[in-house]
C-alpha cells in the first residue's frame, strides 16, 4: 500500500507560480511513476503531467506544456509539480497518484494509488 499527501495549493492571482509536493510512503518511491492530475468542478478529473521512475522521462498535458514541469526527488520520497504563469482555467483540484507499471501514464485508470488533493484557485 502506498499513501500519498499533497501540500502546497492556495489561491494565487493569474500569471503567478505555485509549486505543489505530494509525499509518498508505504512502498519503494523510486518503484513508482507518479503523475499528477487534477479536476474542476463538474468536470472529468483530466491528466497534466506525469513522471518516470527515474524521472528521465517526463510527460505534460497539452494544456500545461511549457508552463508546469514535473520534477521529483527519490530519497526524499517526493513529486513535485512546479506551475507558472497561472490561469484561471487551471483552477482545480490537483491529485497526486502513483503507478507500478508505467504505461499509458496519461490515463488515470491505470494509476494504483491516490492522494486527497489540494485546491488551487487562480481568480479571473
Known amino acids: 500500500q502506498v499513501q500519498l499527501v499533497e501540500s502546497g495549493g492556495g489561491l494565487v492571482q493569474a500569471g503567478g507560480s505555485l509549486t505543489l509536493s505530494c509525499v509518498a510512503s508505504?512502498?519503494?518511491?523510486?518503484?513508482?511513476?507518479m503523475g499528477w492530475f487534477r479536476q474542476a468542478p463538474g468536470t472529468e478529473r483530466e491528466f497534466v503531467a506525469a513522471?518516470?521512475?527515474?524521472?528521465?522521462?517526463?510527460y505534460y498535458a497539452d494544456s500545461v506544456k511549457g508552463r508546469f514541469t514535473i520534477s521529483r526527488d527519490n530519497p526524499k520520497n517526493a513529486v513535485y509539480l512546479q506551475m507558472n504563469s497561472l490561469k484561471p482555467e487551471d483552477t482545480a483540484d490537483y491529485y497526486c497518484?502513483?503507478?507500478?507499471?508505467?504505461?499509458?501514464?496519461?490515463?488515470?485508470?491505470?494509476?494504483?494509488?491516490w492522494g486527497q488533493g489540494t485546491q488551487v484557485t487562480v481568480p479571473s
Open positions: 508505504g512502498r519503494t518511491f523510486s518503484s513508482l511513476h
Open positions: 497518484a502513483a503507478d507500478r507499471g508505467g504505461y499509458e501514464l496519461n490515463n488515470r485508470a491505470r494509476y494504483d494509488y
Open positions: 513522471i518516470s521512475m527515474s524521472g528521465s522521462r517526463t
